[in-house]
């Protein structure tokens, strides 16, 4: 497994004049920081931005992108060759992967834990860090199933890392967030011997309550990831009943360290305006799903018009931030079809690419999926609460982010249609899961694109159709990634071990799956 050195964002300085001693300065390179320069103040806005890249993860070569498809969110361009690896199901061990964005990160997150932990002043530090890395090693496990962990990150101290079981990463990012939420609690007024974070924090701004509530969901995600795993119920039902006094995720987790037209950020620079006026290079080959447009239309939900734009539209042109109220003004492919040209059919949408100013910050994860994540718990008896006034709240959450005007008003409009499936609360427990599941994936389209794949895995929801691709030779989603080419080649014992040389990535299960 490779491990990447971190890397540190270094400001522009400026020298006047020569004074005594500038020629043993210059000895020391600021492109090449060393460890004593690599504060934790600088590495973290890197760190969270970094991140949160790869958990947007919809960027052009991004692991996720593949998923955004598979789940029916996008499609490609017709005015583009077939994208066949995508529209038929194609893993492989160079594509899609995540295993050096997620590492490489790690070992920037590394650096905030270990420094934040040996300065009793930076505790707040090392517990975003412990965050952080929770964040990132949940997602390998979701990819991957056994990753390394415990022997992760040492370098020279071991270039060879066993894998550790996906259900014990699971165990222990649990422990290592409940010493990170109670020393968040405990120190929240102790502002004078503990630092809280400033400009650096580029997600909440030092507010330490909204790392605590996220530490805090996220935790709670791990737990129903497991909800069909029937040996560890005992455990999931002690250590969810935990989070309910710390609270959960109430605002959305936002990562901009103050992006703008000339520094975009990794969403906009991808699908946004260019520096130049022009689009955005992916802008033009992602194109609407035709399962999302569909689902959309079918249950009257203003989001079409969020989630995608107009046929032919784009972001250089004002209009394009209007939603039409036409239905048939939008259009998609299916999966395993890619003929619609870019002005025959609908692009990603005003509710995504908020503005032409480029400003906007990138999703670590919204308030609306914390309350979807609770809703389910509560269903499943792992936490007290009222379901349904939870999805719903869900539903006005992801309204609000989209800028649905009314949000509350729409949403209530919407979800009170009390003849759609899916969409009405039902009375059933098991179609409140389905419910639930369905709707959150309404919710993150093309926001977290994973977050759907591994619902889909593990419950069944959304019940999304196969590719229609005639060629294809696999009839549905992968449940994993292979690991990547260079293990079996520089970490072979450990890769073996882990059953690297006979992953099926289309029936080899994720620990957590049924």
Excluded at 221 to 235: E, G
Excluded at 458 to 470: E, I, M, N, Q
Aim: glycine share 10%.
């Amino acid at each position: 497994m490779k491990k990447l050195v971190y890397s540190i964002i270094i400001m522009a300085f400026a020298v006047s004049g020569c004074k005594k001693g500038f020629l043993s300065e210059l000895q020391n390179n600021p492109n090449s920081p060393t460890d004593a320069a690599a504060s934790v103040q600088l590495v973290m806005p890197g760190a969270i931005t970094s991140l949160t890249d790869i958990v947007t993860g919809v960027g052009y070569s991004n692991g996720y992108q593949g998923q955004a498809a598979w789940v029916g969110y996008w499609n490609y361009s017709g005015g583009y060759s077939f994208n066949q690896t995508v529209q038929e199901y194609v893993v492989t061990n160079s594509s899609p992967q995540l295993w050096d964005g997620y590492y490489g990160v790690l070992a920037n997150i590394n650096v905030i834990v270990q420094k934040g932990g040996a300065d009793p002043t930076l505790k707040n530090y090392k517990d975003i860090g412990v965050i952080l890395e929770a964040a990132a090693y949940k997602n390998l496990v979701d990819a991957y199933s056994d990753v390394p962990y415990s022997q992760a990150l040492k370098g020279a101290g071991d270039f060879h890392p066993t894998y550790d079981k996906g259900s014990d990463i699971y165990d222990s990012l649990v422990a290592k967030l409940d010493i990170a939420i109670a020393e968040i609690q405990a120190n929240l007024n102790n502002t004078t011997t503990i630092v809280v974070p400033g400009q650096e924090d580029v997600m909440f701004h030092g507010n330490m309550t909204d790392w605590m509530q996220l530490a805090n969901t996220i935790k709670l995600k791990i737990l129903v990831q497991q909800s069909a795993v029937s040996a560890k119920q005992a455990f999931i039902q002690t250590e969810a009943a935990k989070t309910q006094s710390a609270g959960y995720l109430s605002v959305d987790a936002i990562a901009n360290p103050g992006y703008n037209s000339a520094q975009q950020g990794s969403f906009y620079s991808n699908f946004g305006v260019s520096t130049s006026g022009g689009l955005n290079g992916t802008f033009n080959y992602i194109r609407a799903g035709g399962f999302g447009v569909d689902f959309y239309k079918n249950t009257n939900d203003p989001r079409l018009g969020y989630f995608y734009c107009v046929m032919g539209a784009q972001p250089t042109d004002p209009a394009y931030y209007v939603p039409s109220g036409n239905a048939s003004d939008y259009y998609g492919d299916y999966l395993g079809i890619q003929v619609t040209q870019p002005t025959k059919g609908s692009g990603i949408g005003p509710g995504l690419i908020k503005n032409a100013s480029a400003t906007q910050g990138d999703v670590f994860m919204l308030a609306a999926e914390s309350d979807f994540v609770q809703a389910e718990a509560v269903l499943r008896g792992y936490i007290t609460g009222n379901a349904q006034t939870l999805y719903q709240n869900g539903i006005v959450a992801d309204y609000e982010y989209l800028g649905v005007p009314d949000a509350a008003g729409a949403a209530a409009n919407y979800y009170g249609q009390s003849e759609l499936t899916n969409v009405s609360w039902p009375s059933t427990p098991s179609a409140q899961i389905s419910t639930v599941i369905t709707q959150k994936w309404a919710a993150l389209n093309g926001i977290s694109c994973a977050e759907a794949w591994n619902d889909w895995r593990r419950t069944g929801f959304p019940v999304v159709p196969a590719t229609l691709s005639p060629t294809s030779e696999q009839h549905h989603m992968p449940y994993r990634y292979y690991y990547p080419a260079e293990e079996p080649q520089t970490n072979a014992d450990a890769w073996k071990a882990a059953g690297g040389d006979t992953i099926d990535p289309y029936n080899t299960k994720v620990f957590w799956m049924p």
